[in-house]
């Protein structure tokens, strides 16, 4: 039948004006010519060709193109799950003559592009520059060289996903040289991954450091411990979590420093829950998150919005905390793909722990 | 993706014009200039990039611990 169909339609396309269907095919290049997928697709017919024919012009179109394509589609994903504004995507612009004063006066910087052979040396190091630019905005300059890098580490690996000739190449150039010399990097970049795995780095932990680092308050050192304790925080909370104590420490539930304190409350499959069933987080809301300036409200689908509603207006009304914005998990808090992180607010001064409750 | 962050990049075939523009083609040719994190001697096979550091052009290798090195450098230049 389906068959018949298309036969049926077949003979009208001679009919079809040429111009409409140029037209046509322009419109749709237009509307996906700057899409990080149509760049990384590009990318994956250029490299080969370019790296057999060798044009000059083929091979910097298949790099740009591969780069380009391969991080932004990374930085889609990982703008769901960051604060805003604390990545941005990647541009290439090939240079090919320039003017000194101009140069020096703009501060600029460019890196060496190889040709499509040393595609994996290109992308790392683009990719690390990159990152050294983007990541971190407010704590880069006040964390230790071992915290920042191992952040770095853990996003591009996050980026690179499943291309093995570059997470080889990454691995072996720069992550192990740097780990055998600074092992503290591999110890900060286990955690964060173990973090990562329940949906809690970029979401909660790197969130609360960003903020620790707008607050004038913080030097360099106070946001070393803070980060350092942030992250054990975390990571302790995971582990407790991969037992599946039913209740778990409840020490851990929260986190309250002098710069920053929040709470995680963990709600299971709101699918499930009932016109009033909110009451049952409440408990432990009262329990564990007084004198807490955030609450993180991890679920663990995204078919939350009928129950997400009834528990922002609950956190409203008990406990004066107001919604201020939803970020995307790459894991929930189980361990499973995809999960939701709702971010609410109390205004109290964390310095003197006062709650208004 | 609302902003994107600009690299700049010179392709291989195009160093050499570069490297003239901006007068250290020759340095580098007769290994005149270090690099800027571990002072050895920036040839054209080694060089991998080019930055502006307290109102003065830099140049740092390929060495892997000079790409680390990278991110400590002061920008803002003047």
């Keep these: 039948m389906q068959i018949d169909a298309i036969f049926s339609l077949t003979k009208y396309l001679p009919h079809i004006d040429t111009g409409w269907l140029v037209a046509a095919l322009l419109f749709i290049y237009i509307f996906i010519k700057d899409l990080p997928e149509f760049a990384k697709l590009k990318a994956s017919v250029l490299l080969p060709l370019s790296q057999w024919l060798k044009f000059k012009g083929l091979q910097k179109s298949a790099i740009k193109n591969d780069i380009e394509g391969t991080v932004n589609v990374a930085v889609k994903i990982l703008e769901n799950e960051m604060p805003e504004g604390t990545i941005k995507g990647i541009e ?92 503290k990097i591999k110890e900060y970049f286990e955690a964060i991954e173990c973090v990562d795995k329940r949906g809690l780095f970029y979401s909660t932990m790197l969130r609360s450091i960003e903020e620790c680092a707008g607050n004038v308050r913080f030097t360099s050192g106070s946001l070393n411990t803070e980060f350092d304790n942030i992250l054990q925080h975390l990571q302790r909370f995971v582990e407790e979590l991969k037992k599946k104590t039913k209740d778990g420490n409840d020490n851990l539930w929260n986190y309250k420093s002098s710069g920053v304190s929040f709470a995680l409350l963990l709600v299971a499959d709101p699918l499930k829950a009932r016109i009033g069933s909110y009451k049952a987080y409440l408990n432990r809301l009262k329990k564990n998150f007084s004198r807490v300036s955030y609450v993180f409200v991890v679920f663990s689908k995204k078919e939350w919005l009928p129950f997400g509603k009834e528990v922002a207006d609950a956190l409203d009304s008990y406990i004066g905390a107001t919604f201020i914005g939803e970020v995307e998990s790459s894991h929930d808090y189980r361990g499973k793909n995809g999960g939701i992180v709702r971010l609410y607010e109390r205004k109290i001064d964390p310095s003197n722990q006062q709650a208004t409750e | 993706m609302k902003s994107k962050q600009k690299i700049e990049a010179v392709y291989e075939s195009d160093l050499e014009k570069v490297l003239k523009d901006l007068e250290l083609y020759d340095d580098i040719v007769g290994a005149k200039i270090k690099c800027a994190y571990c002072n050895n001697p920036i040839t054209l096979d080694n060089l991998l990039c080019v930055f502006v550091e307290k109102g003065k052009l830099k140049v740092s290798c390929s060495r892997v611990p000079c790409t680390n090195s990278f991110r400590n450098r002061e920008e803002n230049a003047d």
């Design chain 1, 92 to 183: 290439i612009e090939y240079i090919n003559d320039t003017k000194k004063e101009a140069f020096i006066r703009e501060g600029r910087v460019f890196v060496r592009i190889k040709p499509a052979e040393k595609e994996e040396e290109n992308f790392v190091v683009v990719t690390k520059l990159y990152l050294d630019c983007v990541l971190l905005p407010n704590s880069k300059k006040l964390l230790t060289e071992e915290q920042s890098k191992a952040v770095t580490y853990f996003t591009a690996y996050r980026i690179m996903g499943k291309r093995a000739r570059y997470l080889n190449k990454l691995h072996d150039d720069y992550y192990k040289p740097d780990t055998d010399s600074k092992p």
